[in-house]
């Protein structure tokens, strides 16, 4: 749409009315979601061991420095000219490393999936570092979103305590009740 808009507005505006966006979007990350779920329910999870886990931290971590670190400088010695909100220059270096950091999960997944190569040890090894960056970098840009939009960094803690809370549910709630679906799903199969 950005590309589109700005090189024929009329037609984009005339394809994609302002009435339909909102509804466009909810569709189009239900779809989005619904993909990485089935990317998930494909995946072998044999190959998941603690070497795979410790490599993809080490390759996560490093795939996180490195942008964060040119993107923080960049937003450092660039300020002036990027930052027209008047927004502080901690949050901005912080937005603009995050940003550099931030993955395309969903596109390493296709080409992976594409590529028949998302069961390997280098599919599973980049797809797990991969969600680890993006779980790291989705929490910076929530804490920057929060730096920037309030001064007041109690909503910090707000933030932190919701995602933690909600990891809890998924972990202890979700989990056990899928994990009972599919023991279900698994014994009507065994009866056919």
């Given at each position: 749409?950005?590309?589109f808009?700005?090189?024929l507005?009329?037609v984009s505006?005339?394809i994609?009315p302002t009435?339909?966006?909102?509804?466009l979007?909810i569709i189009?990350n239900?779809?989005?979601?619904i993909y990485?779920?089935l990317?998930?329910a494909?995946?072998?999870l044999?190959?998941?061991?603690k070497?795979t886990?410790?490599d993809?931290?080490?390759?996560?971590i490093s795939?996180?420095i490195?942008?964060f670190i040119?993107?923080?400088i960049?937003a450092?010695?660039?300020?002036?000219?990027?930052?027209?909100?008047?927004?502080?220059?901690?949050?901005?270096v912080?937005?603009?490393?995050?940003?550099?950091?931030?993955?395309?999960?969903?596109?390493?997944?296709?080409i992976l999936?594409?590529?028949?190569?998302v069961n390997?040890r280098?599919?599973i090894?980049s797809?797990l570092s991969?969600s680890?960056?993006?779980v790291f970098?989705?929490?910076?840009?929530?804490?920057v979103t929060?730096?920037s939009?309030?001064?007041?960094?109690?909503?910090?803690?707000?933030?932190?305590?919701?995602?933690?809370?909600l990891t809890v549910i998924?972990?202890y709630?979700?989990?056990?009740?899928?994990a009972?679906?599919a023991e279900?799903v698994q014994?009507f199969?065994?009866?056919?």
């Amino acid at each position: 749409p950005t590309v589109f808009g700005y090189l024929l507005p009329d037609v984009s505006g005339f394809i994609f009315p302002t009435e339909i966006m909102s509804s466009l979007f909810i569709i189009s990350n239900l779809g989005l979601s619904i993909y990485m779920f089935l990317v998930g329910a494909e995946l072998n999870l044999t190959l998941f061991n603690k070497k795979t886990f410790h490599d993809a931290t080490a390759l996560s971590i490093s795939a996180i420095i490195v942008p964060f670190i040119m993107g923080g400088i960049a937003a450092y010695l660039f300020n002036d000219q990027i930052n027209t909100s008047g927004i502080d220059k901690l949050s901005m270096v912080i937005f603009l490393g995050t940003a550099f950091a931030i993955t395309a999960f969903p596109m390493l997944a296709r080409i992976l999936q594409e590529n028949n190569i998302v069961n390997s040890r280098i599919g599973i090894l980049s797809l797990l570092s991969a969600s680890i960056q993006d779980v790291f970098s989705w929490i910076l840009l929530g804490l920057v979103t929060v730096m920037s939009t309030t001064k007041e960094y109690s909503g910090i803690f707000i933030m932190v305590a919701g995602v933690a809370f909600l990891t809890v549910i998924l972990f202890y709630l979700v989990r056990p009740a899928l994990a009972k679906i599919a023991e279900k799903v698994q014994s009507f199969e065994d009866l056919s």
